[in-house]
Each structure stands twice: as C-alpha cells, then as structure tokens.
C-alpha cells in the first residue's frame, strides 16, 4: 500500500502565507513526479505545481512568484510555500506522486486526500 498524507492548509487572510506537506509512505521503491493540484468549487482540478527528482520545476502561470515547490527525497516529500495569497486561491489542495512500488512495477499515479486552503478577503 502506499499513502499520500498532506497537512498544513486552513484559514488564512488575503496576503498571508501556509505551508503544505505531503509525505508519502508504505511500499516505495522510487518517486519520480511531485506536484500539487487544487480545485476550487464548481471548477476542475487544476495542476499548481510539480517538481522532478532532481528539483526542475513547473508552475502555473497565476502562481509563479507566490508559490515555491521543494522535496525532501530522504523523507518522500513535496511541500508546497503559499505566500501572498489571494481569495481565488480558495480550493482543495491535492498532491500527487508517480511512484514505483518495486523495481519490478512501473510507475503508478497516486493522490491524497487532500487539504482545504480558504483565503479571506
């Protein structure tokens, strides 16, 4: 089995900052892509930002600046630096992780459960 497990969203006034972890545990073997995705209500889950092994990175444009992704590959984690946040941030935040679980498998996408992130104005 293999869990994604994030934590640091909640409530937070326009232009304040959150953290978001999310750490991946039971069968790995390797990881490959880490991102984050948000949806927000009445709208499609849509890709933040993800980063490879070796730390490239990609953002969506509305966030690049704000947001900053990093990874702790010794302890399978993506985390994920909010700053000045806007209302329109508002959303679920999902991680995402490509992950073999053996040397023998391929790489499988696996998701978390989630963290609410809501900005007020």
């Known amino acids: 089995q293999v869990q994604l497990v994030e934590s640091g969203g909640g409530l937070v006034q326009a232009g304040g900052s959150l953290r978001l972890s999310c750490a991946a545990s039971?069968?790995?073997?390797?990881?490959?892509?880490m991102g984050w995705y948000r949806q927000a209500p009445g709208k499609q889950r849509e890709l933040v930002a993800t980063?490879?092994?070796?730390?490239?990175?990609n953002y969506k444009d509305s966030v690049k600046g704000r947001f900053t992704i990093s990874r702790d590959n010794t302890k399978n984690t993506v985390y994920l630096q909010i700053n000045s946040l806007k209302p329109e941030d508002t959303a679920v935040y999902y991680c995402?992780?490509?992950?073999?679980?053996?040397?023998?498998?391929?790489?499988?996408?696996?998701w978390g459960q989630g963290t609410q992130v809501t900005v007020s104005s």
């Open positions: 980063i490879t092994t070796g730390g490239s990175t």
């Open positions: 039971g069968i790995i073997f390797s990881i490959d892509h």
């Open positions: 995402n992780a490509e992950i073999r679980r053996t040397y023998r498998e391929s790489y499988q996408s696996y």
